[in-house]
């Protein structure tokens, strides 16, 4: 499927069907991530049951640690 992410349009395999698998094909923790899916921000503890869709447009954040 195609998506929007942060501006990019990226193909992504079907199987990251919500946006817990699709963090993790990003290869972004969960934990450490906001994500807003077409205008909303989406609350972590939904990650596991939000539907990832053909054409979605993400805004993805995510924050690294140092020093």
Not at 1 to 8: A, C, D, F, P, Y
Not at 40 to 53: F, G, R, S, T
């Amino acid at each position: 499927m195609k998506l929007i992410i942060n501006g990019t349009t990226k193909e992504i395999p079907d199987n990251n069907s919500t946006v817990t698998l699709l963090l993790s094909h990003l290869q972004i923790g969960q934990k450490k991530a906001v994500v807003e899916r077409n205008g909303n921000i989406l609350v972590k503890e939904q990650h596991d049951n939000e539907p990832v869709k053909d054409g979605d447009k993400f805004e993805i954040v995510h924050f690294v640690g140092g020093g």
